[in-house]
């Protein structure tokens, strides 16, 4: 049990981890969070969605990312997120209203 519980804790700070990298990129270094990589036409809404890591989309949406772009295969990144079966992440791209400002 002790093993098992340390191998959680250390997935946990990794993610943790993660989630303050991603918050100092957008928030102090200022990265676009649209753009894209060359090989399948992914930003970082992608990468969650397909993850299904629904804090980091709720913090993209924050800084402004377009959920209706569609990859190089056509795909958004709500047909990718039901496709890996992340029905969080899901609920979250099909009820986000973008900001009017």
Known sequence: MLISLTVEVELHLCWVQV???LNELLNYSHA?????????GWNALFYAAY???APS???L???G????LKDSNGMTAISL?????NGDVVS????HQPSLS
């Open 57 to 59: 989309v709720k913090l």
């Open 19 to 21: 989630q303050n990298l």
């Open 92 to 95: 979250l791209l099909e009820t």
């Open 61 to 63: 949406f924050d800084h």
């Open 81 to 85: 997120a039901q496709e890996m079966g």
């Open 51 to 53: 993850s299904g890591d």
């Open 65 to 68: 990312v377009d959920k209706k």
């Open 32 to 40: 676009n969070p649209e753009k894209r990589d060359l090989k399948r």
